[in-house]
């Protein structure tokens, strides 16, 4: 799932729905042993590929991307795998057999400037968190030459 933000996001976010699963897929061998590492470098890629290919769409615009990955381990058990940058997130969902109501389980943990860890995070790496001067609005992070409400 790709959610374009800004006034170019849908470019940015068709560009990144056709990439990554390429990306991904090319490094299928890797994914069962490193997840982390495999999911990250295909982002870092196609994040690469975007300020080659689409330049002119990233300067003020961008996309959330969250993906699912399910792969049987060496004994037979189906793993799920997820990676996300931005402020999208998965949700798993059960039903037990003969009830009605579904439980929710969150997956991943938005990248967001308000969370605590983040903002070390960002801080620590030379950035700035602005926070809503009356909290009824997400931080920010200040990016020149403007500023935004995720933090990956």
Request: proline letters at 5%; hydrophobic letters at 35%; one cysteine or more.
């Amino acid at each position: 799932v790709a959610d374009g933000h800004g006034i170019d996001g849908h470019h940015v976010s068709h560009f990144v729905q056709e990439r990554l699963p390429k990306s991904l897929l090319s490094r299928r061998k890797d994914i069962a042993d490193d997840w982390r590492g495999a999911s990250s470098s295909a982002f870092l890629e196609v994040m690469e590929q975007m300020q080659v290919d689409i330049p002119k769409q990233c300067v003020e615009s961008g996309t959330t991307a969250s993906v699912v990955w399910m792969v049987t381990d060496v004994k037979g058990l189906m793993r799920v795998r997820t990676a996300h940058v931005g402020d999208s997130c998965i949700v798993y969902g059960s039903k037990r057999k003969g009830e009605v109501n579904w439980q929710a389980e969150l997956l991943t943990d938005v990248h967001k400037p308000d969370r605590k860890d983040e903002a070390a995070r960002i801080e620590k790496m030379g950035g700035t968190v602005i926070p809503s001067p009356d909290g009824s609005q997400p931080a920010r992070l200040a990016v020149p030459p403007g500023d935004m409400a995720m933090s990956r």
